[in-house]
Every structure is written in structure tokens, then in C-alpha cells.
């Protein structure tokens, strides 16, 4: 325990020493928020990785393999393809127009391609607060779950100790500090990843017939088309498994902690080469987490492992099979995937309020450092918010992180999809269908949850409504001022508008 505790304490004074050494980069606004601009091409790509694996990588996709099986693998391929499309859809884009306009975060965008700086100044950003909190309730759920085995403290004790550091190498370092960092994150992830897989397949090499003793269907691509499915496991059917691309590829890509990465870099060509790169890495990095899922499944059945929960069938899994200072070592590993994403939905959190809405809104000529002081005051106050929320949280930690996706992917994607590409795309049809989107997310996700599961993913439903709203209202009222759609480069391009 002593060697354990020794480790622990170095990762986490890490991360705080590189909190003070980055605060001194710190001269501005723009320097919190979005490192002046100033990353370079691996810190960008893996920034984008960082800020998208998290506990639902290290915890999530393992759990879900646990539970589903193989139906449950084109998980892997819709979460870096998210990625992809948010740098080669969104990410072109908005990078060219955000240094032109001076955007911070992407809410700006939003203000200005709907020239509304009083409605979308205001929603958009309290939108994203609301989605960033359920997301980082999950990311603490996660942090919480690993130090309480890694230390054998109580819950309640590990949320509190992580909540309490990595706030504070966040307030001191801002995104230069989380940058940096992530890059170190994600080697770990991919090294513990890669050295972990082969070690636990050695220990059950026939775990897929395991599974197809638990239930042939888990070797399959998908579960058979029926509503309700057969078993609460077996909901990935082809009509889900549509849904689920949809949200998972596009909420992913438009989630604001994730899309606010394209506006920290200046080189532009980082765009041609970064969705290979980081497509290649995270798939390998997450097919591997899954098929670690797949071998805690066929260990606990046969009596090697006892899993209660299947948040947990990673960690026992590591514990099972590697001695007490290498399990230290992987518990650090999953510690860096869920931080990674964790600290990057703490700085949006106060980047909305600080900059969206304090800055934009309230005070417009406030200086630098009040605007940086009250993202530190936010980024606190958000953090004990989304630790209170978690105290008991749901037991499938994937499903927490879905329904924030979801919620992402109905309230952010029409009117982001509609304000690159679409020159007729209007104001009122923006602010009504991003709020429409929103609101009937929650009211689809209440229903699928609480009365009876859908046989789509909650979002699709709701995404629906914010389309067709979307367009319909676009198409009744007066066409967008020529001057906007010039200054914000709308059209059907991606590289920039014709000369």
C-alpha cells in the first residue's frame, strides 16, 4: 500500500508542478483559453484524443463489451471517426474563421453566424455548461471508482482528494497546462493499453467461446431486430447500431470541449494529416480496451474474477492478472485517460461563463484578468456541482456518459452542420432548433430511462425534431444578412471560399 501511495502522489504532484510551470505562460485571456494559439502538431492530435478518450474509454468500453459482447465493437470505429469529422468537417473551418474573428470558443461562432448576440449569446453557452456538467459527472464517477480501489479509501474520500488537484492544476495552468499534459496522458493510455491486452488474453484465450456459451448472438455483428430486445444486453440491433453512429460520431464531434481544440493552432495544414493519425491510434487504443472487456466477461464467468458491477471488470481484470506494482501502474493509466478528458471539460465550463457569457454578455469591456478570474471561480464552482451530482451516480457508467453525448449531439449539430454549410440557414432557425433540440433530448432521454427503453438511441428522436425544425423554420423566414454569411464563410466548402 505504501508503493501505491508513493505513486499515486507523484502522478498527482505532477500534474500540479506542471500546473505552476505553465502559469507562468499566462499573460492573457486567449492564453488560458486556447494557449494563445499556440500548439503544435502532436500536442493538437493528441489534444483531440485526449479530450474525447476518457472514463468511458479506460471503464466504459471494457464495461460494455463486459455486458454486450461483440455487437458492441462498432463502438470502436464511431468514436476516432469522431474525431475525423470534427477535423475534417468542423475543424477546417472554424479554425480559418476563428482566427479571423478572434473566437475563443465556439460559441462565439455561434453568436455571429446567427448574428445574435443577445438569444444565442446566452443559450449557447449555458447549453454547453449543462452537458459539460453530466459529462464530468461521469469522469469523476470514473476517478472516484479507480482510487478507491487503488488506495482502499471510501468513494466520497477519492472523489474529493482528485476533484481537489486536478482543479487545482487546471486553475493554475489553464489549457497550456492541459495540453501538455494530455500528450503525456495519452502515452500512457496507448503503452499500458498495448503491454496490458496480451497478458489478459494469455490468462482466457478462448474467451470468445465463453461468450457464445453465454449467448451465441454475442459473437455476431449485431443482436437480431427485435423490440423489445430479448435481453436488456441485446439492444445493439442494425436500426440501434445507425442511431448510434449518428450520435456518437456527430455528438462527439460537436461537443464543445472537444470542438473548442480546433481553435487553439495557427497551422492550418495540421488539419491534412491529424484525423489519420489520430483515428489510427485511438482505434487501435480502444479495440483493445473492448477485447479486454470481452476477456473480463469470460473470466468472471468461469470463476477467475467476481465482477458486481461491470464499471469495475477492467480494474478487476488488471488486479487478476498482474502483480501489486503493475496493477499501481495500469490504475494510473486508466487515472490518465479519465483526466485527460476531465480537466478539458472543467476549462469549457468556465470558458462559457468567463468569456461566452460574462465577457460577451454582462461586461464587455472587462480586462484579461477578470475575465481569468472568473473562469477559475467557475471552474470551481463547477467542479463541486458535478461532485455533489455524483455521489450516486448510475452503476452502468456508460450509460451517464451517452446521455450527455446525446444531449450534445441533439442541441449542437444541426446548427453547427447548418451555419458551415448552409447560406440559408437563419437566426430563428439556429436559436429555436438548437433549443428545441436540447429540451426534447431530456424529454426523450426521461422516457427511454424511466418509463420504456426506445428502440433507437433517445437522441435520434430529438435530433430529428431539431432537423426538420431547423430547416423549415429557415426556409419561412428572411435570409441570413450576406455580410454574415461572408464574415463566417458559409457555403458548401471546406478549405475556404472560392477566390
Request: hydrophobic content about 55%; overall charge positive.
Amino acid at each position: 500500500m505504501t508503493e501505491t501511495i508513493a505513486v499515486i502522489a507523484i502522478y498527482f504532484g505532477f500534474l500540479i508542478v506542471f500546473g505552476f510551470i505553465s502559469s507562468r505562460k499566462i499573460k492573457s485571456a486567449s492564453d488560458f483559453i486556447v494557449a494563445g494559439r499556440s500548439i503544435g502538431f502532436f500536442g493538437f492530435a493528441l489534444l483531440m484524443m485526449g479530450s474525447t478518450a476518457s472514463g468511458g474509454t479506460t471503464l466504459g468500453v471494457p464495461s460494455l463489451g463486459f455486458t454486450g459482447g461483440w455487437p458492441t465493437f462498432w463502438e470502436q470505429f464511431f468514436l476516432p471517426l469522431s474525431c475525423c469529422v470534427c477535423l475534417m468537417f468542423f475543424g477546417v473551418k472554424l479554425n480559418r474563421v476563428a482566427i479571423k474573428r478572434n473566437y475563443l470558443t465556439v460559441e462565439d461562432y455561434f453568436c455571429e453566424r446567427y448574428y445574435s448576440e443577445r438569444s444565442m449569446r446566452l443559450l449557447s453557452p449555458i447549453f454547453a455548461v449543462v452537458v459539460s456538467l453530466i459529462y464530468l459527472m461521469a469522469q469523476y464517477r470514473s476517478i472516484g471508482i479507480v482510487l478507491q480501489e487503488l488506495l482502499n479509501i471510501n468513494y466520497l474520500t477519492a472523489l474529493i482528494i482528485s476533484a481537489i488537484i486536478i482543479t487545482i492544476y487546471v486553475l493554475l495552468g489553464g489549457l497550456h497546462a492541459i495540453s501538455f499534459i494530455t500528450l503525456f496522458h495519452v502515452l500512457l493510455i496507448i503503452v499500458g493499453v498495448v503491454v496490458a491486452t496480451p497478458f489478459i488474453i494469455a490468462k482466457i484465450p478462448d474467451f470468445n467461446r465463453v461468450l457464445g456459451e453465454i449467448d451465441s448472438n454475442m459473437l455476431q455483428p449485431y443482436y437480431p431486430q427485435k423490440y423489445p430486445p430479448y435481453e436488456k444486453y441485446a439492444f445493439f440491433t442494425p436500426f440501434y447500431i445507425l442511431s448510434f453512429f449518428l450520435f456518437l460520431t456527430f455528438g462527439i464531434a460537436s461537443a464543445p470541449h472537444v470542438i473548442n481544440n480546433v481553435l487553439t493552432v495557427k497551422e492550418r495544414n495540421y488539419f491534412k494529416w491529424s484525423p489519420l493519425f489520430v483515428f489510427i491510434i485511438f482505434f487501435v487504443a480502444m479495440s483493445l480496451f473492448k477485447i479486454d472487456g470481452f476477456a473480463a466477461r469470460a473470466l468472471n464467468e468461469t470463476g477467475k474474477i467476481n465482477v458486481e458491477q461491470s464499471d469495475f471488470a477492467f480494474i478487476a481484470t488488471i488486479k487478476f492478472v498482474f502483480p501489486q506494482f503493475l496493477w499501481v501502474f495500469m490504475g494510473v493509466v486508466i487515472l490518465a485517460a479519465v483526466v485527460s478528458t476531465t480537466d478539458r471539460l472543467m476549462l469549457t465550463v468556465g470558458n462559457c461563463i468567463s468569456w461566452g457569457i460574462y465577457k460577451r454578455y454582462i461586461n464587455k469591456n472587462a480586462e484579461d484578468k477578470t475575465i481569468t478570474l472568473i473562469n477559475r471561480l467557475t471552474i470551481v464552482i463547477g467542479t463541486i456541482i458535478a461532485v455533489l451530482m455524483v455521489i450516486k451516480p448510475p452503476q452502468l457508467l456508460i450509460f451517464l456518459i451517452w446521455t450527455s453525448i446525446g444531449i450534445m449531439f441533439s442541441s449542437f449539430t444541426i446548427p453547427l452542420v447548418g451555419g458551415l454549410y448552409w447560406r440559408r440557414a437563419t437566426k430563428e432557425a439556429g436559436i429555436i432548433a438548437m433549443s428545441l433540440g436540447f429540451v426534447s433530448a431530456m424529454v426523450f432521454a426521461y422516457i427511454h430511462y424511466f418509463i420504456t427503453p426506445l428502440p433507437l438511441h433517445f437522441s435520434f428522436f430529438a435530433c430529428l425534431i431539431s432537423a426538420v425544425t431547423f430547416v423549415v423554420i429557415s426556409l419561412i423566414t428572411s435570409a441570413p444578412p450576406k455580410e454574415v454569411l461572408e464574415n463566417t464563410e458559409t457555403g458548401f466548402y471546406i478549405w475556404g471560399p472560392k477566390e
